[in-house]
């Protein structure tokens, strides 16, 4: 009995002991997933950046360094100012505003003090007929002499004009700044479009490096199903193997393709050479998003370019109404003019005219060209009061949606977070015991192919919640090269 107590008490101290030293081996490993952490954890989004950080996984273990870093390796804020800088787009919206912003300018000239020269030269035949205009008769006072010349200034300035010279300068303002709003709005199309492309072309690396793992496998199932197999007849299964096998070749050959189609798009957006080769630095820090959705509504409301464009137009009509009133107002201009002429063949018929005044005008009766114009006008600012709430209408479903699809994406990285990392923990063990010929290959490969499928998954909810955001940032009018 005694004897049967002290073995027991022996296997339960050789279990106690068995179980801390197990304890201490996961806490070690632990330890180096912390420490390596900054360099492994992929995409990471916190409450003040995101961060991408990958892993290479190779045949020998695994490389905490990415290839791409043996090129130039850009992060996504450099690659949002490379494309800002070359965009052809961006550039000529820029001398589309210069113009306007001249054509401004010019609009408040027309109400200036304008003075022109003005001289000319007249012969008359023998027969007494004049070939000088009756202008230059009225303003030389001349007769039908051999030879004329005369030589003067005028000069004009408005005074009174019902307000279409205020009414022109405001609509050229307005579509001055119509401009601006719609090269804002090509700006953040630009970055939505960049970071879009960006984020994708990790996301593609992988699901390559996932391909590839599955096709590793898919040859060595092959394989193996072919040295059990050595009768002349096909089994089924091995059929079905070499059937996803060839499945998962195409489908990374097709990946490949279009990964180089999107990087060569990528080369033009940022101004590279298309033989120029390049990396991505896996570090993306975004703005963070504070305000709750009704706040962002009132933001929208504000700062939203499509609604900035309509409410211009809307002045912009406003001011084509008081012009097409200003059609049967009066105006009144300020006129000078002085003139000196002479005859060649007599001096004494020189003369010297000083004229100063005041011209009046107004138009009585256009038909219904006044009643038309007006007409026009009050049905446009109909329509674009229409097509403004329209408008508003969309930008506030599309704000909602993205800000639910932005609160989503938080969730769900959350919960892929914590997958990945239970994944990253079976793949060191996995690794552990590959080197301890503990397992064979194809349980490394299912093992490493299990660590890529949920590094793939994270990295897609996360492109997915970052870019939701950006689209947050786009509809609100706030989104710049500051966001990055």
Not at 214 to 234: I, S, T
Not at 368 to 380: A, F, V
Not at 383 to 406: D, G, P, W
Request: with cysteine.
């Amino acid at each position: 009995m005694n004897l049967c107590l002290l073995l027991l008490f022996l296997n339960i101290a050789c279990l106690w002991a068995n179980s801390g030293i197990e304890d201490r081996i996961l806490q070690e490993r632990e330890a180096r997933l912390e420490a390596i952490g900054g360099d492994f954890n992929p995409l990471r989004e916190t409450s003040r950046t995101s961060a991408l950080a990958g892993a290479e996984i190779r045949p020998s273990g695994i490389e905490l360094t990415d290839p791409s870093l043996r090129t130039r390796s850009y992060s996504l804020q450099e690659v949002i100012q490379m494309a800002l800088t070359q965009s052809k787009e961006l550039k000529q919206a820029q001398l589309e505003q210069n113009i306007h912003k001249h054509r401004e300018r010019l609009a408040s000239d027309f109400q200036k003090l304008n003075v022109d020269v003005i001289s000319g030269y007249n012969r008359a035949d023998n027969s007494g007929q004049d070939p000088r205009t009756a202008l230059n008769r009225s303003v030389m006072d001349l007769t039908n002499l051999e030879n004329s010349f005369y030589a003067g200034m005028e000069a004009s300035l408005p005074i009174y004009d019902s307000g279409r010279g205020v009414a022109k300068n405001r609509i050229a303002e307005y579509e001055t700044a119509i401009v601006g709003w719609e090269t804002k709005k090509s700006q953040m199309e630009l970055l939505l479009d960049v970071a879009r492309s960006f984020m994708v072309q990790i996301q593609m690396r992988e699901e390559i490096a996932l391909l590839e793992l599955e096709v590793e496998l898919g040859k060595e199932r092959v394989n193996e199903a072919q040295r059990v197999n050595r009768d002349d007849r096909m089994p089924l299964e091995l059929l079905k193997l070499q059937l996803e096998l060839r499945q998962n070749e195409d489908e990374l050959a097709l990946r490949r393709i279009q990964e180089q189609n999107l990087r060569f798009k990528f080369k033009n957006q940022i101004g590279l050479e298309e033989t120029t080769e390049y990396g991505l630095l896996k570090q993306a820090k975004t703005k963070i998003l504070s305000e709750p959705l009704a706040g962002l509504r009132a933001i929208l409301m504000e700062f939203s370019p499509d609604l900035k464009i309509l409410e211009l137009r809307e002045k912009i009509v406003r001011e084509r109404y008081l012009i097409a009133n200003t059609n049967q107002q009066p105006e009144v201009d300020l006129l000078s003019k002085a003139t000196y002429a002479r005859h060649n063949e007599k001096t004494a018929s020189d003369e010297v005219r000083w004229l100063v005044g005041v011209e009046f005008g107004l138009n009585i009766l256009d038909g219904k060209k006044t009643r038309n114009l007006r007409r026009i006008e009050n049905d446009s600012q109909s329509i674009l009061a229409h097509e403004k709430e329209l408008v508003l209408n969309r930008l506030t479903i599309e704000l909602s949606e993205s800000f639910q699809r932005y609160v989503e994406g938080q969730n769900r990285v959350d919960a892929n977070a914590k997958q990945l990392k239970l994944a990253r923990s079976i793949l060191f063990e996995g690794e552990e015991r590959f080197r301890q010929n503990r397992i064979l290959r194809q349980e490394l490969l299912e093992v490493r192919i299990s660590y890529r499928k949920a590094l793939y998954q994270y990295y897609s909810v996360l492109k997915d919640m970052i870019l939701a955001k950006l689209q947050v940032f786009a509809l609100i009018g706030k989104l710049d090269e500051t966001i990055f």
